[in-house]
């Protein structure tokens, strides 16, 4: 079996981290797997985890009151999960549930925060990695409202 | 035949009538409701004898001369494209019922047209729409046959108009290609007549059944003198060096916000325009739902609904239609046909009503790049 | 007086008249049309990319891209979004009816010069009909390419197209088809996002690749940015330009884009030929 260590290397998202930064990371990190169906995390809950996404896919759900949940985002392999564990008051925006068996690391928000804290190198390199997928999701979600194919795109 | 030969206006009648005979339609400048137009000739008797136009920015004005000259004036609103690519015209037919139809393809109409008096500025606005509508990947055959059949008495300007800019763009005042006949109109004291020169053997056909003589040494000289005289007369100059660039590198520049402004989107300057080739159809079918023609229309880009795509406008403000019309009449027309749109015939500035003229725009966005040059 | 000219001809302007031999139900809102020419038993030849002008009798023409059939297959099918009159009206006719066609018309996918790259297909909406034909032509000569990726977005999940040919495109020919819709409820477990999101999920060799793309103009315009930021040279991405459209010849002038005629010139572009142009407002 892979250590966590060599996981989170070979992760997408933490490509070309200095070790000394990858093993202080490894140090909040654990395995976690959810079920098809199974919810990651809800709306307002308190936002503690942040989640590497190794294979499966999860969905970002909003649920108006009397009708359907919509899924806004969906997030797959290579990519992460969640950063209201870095932004006060650190709840959650969404319901978070894995569409399919979805297999992740989960790093620990309060651990992260303390060592970003601690080492602002580390949470210098922590935030220009997660800025990009921010803005880019951003990004998607500008599209997403101007609803491109509509009948009068 | 490449010597000179002269007619006097006797000969200018008889060449009307010879080519009445020849079978075709002899249309050329007449006047109507205050202005010179294209339009069916008879005779002599219908040219705008002693006429001659003052032309300036929103400004047209027939004025008389004190000679009876019959060519003394620049162009006016019409141009010979009505007749090559008719504002108007069917393209088809098709009857039918139950999901089921027929089309029939329009006859083709091949008027044999014979032009009286076109201008160097002008032949090279018809060389520009041949380009368009022969040259190209696809052929238009009623344009095409009218073109073919089409017989040219050109006429070297004696004089040009206010708005005239020939010779900026390398389009007059002296014919060069293209035609049958070309006449110099000489008023010489009392002489008054035409120095010609045949330029193709149709033309020279036609010169066999005309009274005329050669032409003697002053005779030549003077009409070249003529021509001289009005290279030299130009109400209008523009510079287009490196044009292309100019205005593809100032597509926001802001000075077509203050075009706009002005500018009515009227389309006057696309109709009257020898070039300008736009057209748009329309479907029309009877009452009975069985029987559905397509027209074809001159369009203009400057019309609302021109760039229509998905329920709205992609050109929706005054600003990019004149940006359009003016950067395709001047730049995107080099890279789509190898010449300049443009013939510095100066229509578009005479019939603006706003007077817009972009021989005094172009300078303004030439000279606000110049500036940023030194500033920066 | 009058140069050397070619003979005259049929004016381009006047439809063919054409048979419907298949209507063919895609989605909700979206039909095709398998047509062949009345007067003669032949199948016309086409370019995948290139569109019709396609008639409606008393009503109106529209260009339609031809979005098919496969090589070898019997007439020209042709895509179409009930969105308007004319489409409102191709969308009433039955089998055997007549419609008028001109075409075909219009620039190519490069297939023949993308051979040896990988090939990432883009496609938002209806626009995967003009790349279908394109993905034919690959699949034809599947082993003259290499990875070869479809992403496909659209509004909603019943707004997908051809999916049954999906997985034939997977299983048979390796294709990494992805997908995505814009929204959907719990029925839908494929992804949820705009289709330049897949970029960054599909696997391919970025310098080694020929990027076809085919959506609204602004999923475009993102999608190249996003296909850029995965390094794929420019001159290695193609588009497709809309505009409006009368004559498709050249005649009309209407659907002129910057210096080029999107109906003869185009639809298809290299971007790095118009990105000049694309993306200033209302040029």
Redesign the interface.
């Known amino acids: 079996m892979k250590s966590l260590e060599s996981i989170l290397a070979n992760h997408p998202f933490f490509k070309g981290l200095e070790p000394e930064y990858l093993a202080l990371i490894t140090g909040c990190a654990s395995n976690v797997k959810f079920e098809a169906g199974q919810f990651i995390y809800r709306q307002d809950e308190e936002a503690n985890s942040f989640y590497i996404i190794r294979e499966g896919k999860v969905a970002l759900e909003v649920c108006p009151p009397g009708k359907k949940p919509i899924t806004v985002q969906t997030v797959s392999d290579g990519e992460i999960l969640g950063w209201a564990w870095l932004i006060p008051p650190y709840h959650w925006q969404f319901d978070a549930q894995a569409v399919e068996l979805t297999r992740a690391i989960v790093l620990d928000g309060r651990c992260l925060r303390t060592k970003c804290g601690e080492d602002h190198t580390l949470g210098y390199e922590l935030l220009s990695r997660l800025l990009p997928v921010v803005g880019q999701t951003m990004e998607a979600t500008r599209l997403q409202l101007l609803d491109i194919y509509g009948n009068n795109d | 035949m490449n010597k000179s030969v002269t007619i006097d206006r006797e000969g200018l009648n008889q060449l009307i009538s010879v080519l009445n005979g020849m079978g075709f339609q002899v249309v050329g400048p007449t006047v109507r409701d205050e202005a010179i137009v294209y339009e069916k000739l008879e005779s002599i008797k219908d040219l705008p004898e002693g006429f001659t136009d003052e032309q300036d920015g929103g400004v047209y004005r027939l004025k008389k001369r004190k000679d009876k000259s019959l060519f003394g004036y620049a162009v006016g609103p019409h141009s010979w494209k009505k007749f090559l690519h008719p504002p108007e015209r069917r ?2 037919q ?1 009857d ?1 019922e139950g ?5 029939k ?2 006859k ?1 109409d091949a008027t044999k047209f014979a032009f009286i008096g076109v201008r160097s500025c002008e032949m090279h606005a018809i060389a520009i729409q041949d380009k ?3 040259n ?7 344009y ?2 009218r ?6 008495v050109a006429v070297n300007c004696g004089q040009a108009g206010g708005t005239c800019f020939c010779v900026s763009m390398n389009t007059g005042p002296k014919v060069e290609a ?3 006949l070309a006449l110099t109109e000489i008023l010489d004291n009392d002489r008054h007549y035409f120095v010609v020169e045949v ?2 053997e ?2 020279e056909a036609c010169m066999e059944q005309v009274t005329h003589k050669l032409a003697q040494n002053e005779e030549v000289t003077l009409a070249e003198k003529v021509v001289k005289e009005t290279a030299g007369q130009m109400g209008r100059t523009l510079d287009t060096t490196h044009i292309k660039e100019l205005l ?1 590198e100032n ?2 520049h802001p000075r077509w916000d203050d075009i706009a402004e002005r500018c009515l989107s009227c389309a006057n300057c696309t109709m009257v325009c020898p070039t300008c ?5 329309e ?1 029309v ?1 009877d009452i009975t ?1 069985t029987h ?1 023609e ?1 027209w ?1 229309k001159w ?1 203009s ?1 400057f019309t609302m ?8 406008e ?4 005054t ?2 239609r004149y940006r ?1 019309w003016l950067t ?1 009449k001047l ?2 027309w080099q ?2 046909f190898g010449s300049s749109g443009c013939v510095g015939c100066g229509r578009c500035i005479t019939w603006c009503p706003p007077a817009i003229d972009f021989t005094e725009e172009i300078p303004k966005i030439r000279d606000s790049e110049t500036q940023t040059l030194k500033t920066s | 007086m009058a140069g050397k000219m070619e003979p005259l001809m049929q004016s381009p302007m006047t439809p063919w008249p054409y048979r419907i031999q298949k209507v063919i139900r895609e989605s909700h809102d979206t039909f095709s049309l398998n047509v062949v020419p009345k007067n003669s038993p032949d199948s016309m030849t086409f370019n995948p990319g290139q569109f019709n002008m396609l008639y409606a009798f008393g009503v109106g023409e529209v260009p339609i891209s031809i979005s098919g059939p496969q090589p070898g297959g019997k007439g020209m099918i042709h895509t179409i979004r009930d969105v308007g009159i004319v489409t409102g009206a191709l969308h009433k006719l039955k089998k055997d009816q007549t419609i008028g066609l001109r075409g075909p018309f219009g620039s190519a996918w490069p297939i023949e010069e993308s051979k040896g790259y990988d090939i990432v297909i883009m496609a938002g909406g209806i626009g995967l009909a003009p790349l279908r034909p394109a993905l034919y032509a690959l699949l034809d000569q599947r082993d003259k390419f290499g990875e070869i990726v479809l992403l496909y977005g659209v509004r909603k999940p019943e707004d997908l197209l051809f999916t049954k040919e999906f997985e034939t495109w997977r299983g048979k020919y390796g294709v990494q088809v992805k997908m995505t819709v814009d929204t959907a409820d719990r029925e839908w477990r494929g992804n949820v996002g705009v289709v330049n999101t897949l970029v960054q999920r599909a696997n391919f060799d970025p310098m080694n690749t020929v990027a076809m793309i085919c959506g609204p103009e602004v999923m475009m315009r993102f999608a190249v940015s996003e296909l850029k930021r995965r390094e794929v040279p420019e001159d290695q991405i193609f588009i497709t330009m809309e505009r409006n459209m009368k004559c498709a010849v050249g005649f009309c002038g209407h659907c002129q884009f910057g210096p080029a005629f999107i109906c003869k010139d185009g639809p298809i572009f290299r971007y790095d030929k118009v990105k000049q142009f694309f993306g200033i407002r209302e040029i």
Do not use: M
């Open positions: 393209l088809w098709a039918g999901g089921d139809f027929e089309i393809p329009e083709l368009v509508f022969i190209d990947k696809f052929v238009d055959p009623v095409q046959v073109r073919e059949n089409a017989f040219f293209g035609f049958d330029g193709s149709q033309g593809y597509l926001e080739f736009c057209s748009t159809v479907d079918t739902g559905a397509r074809q369009d880009c609904d021109f760039t229509y795509l998905h329920g709205g992609v050109r929706a403000s600003k990019s359009q395709h730049a995107s890279d789509q």
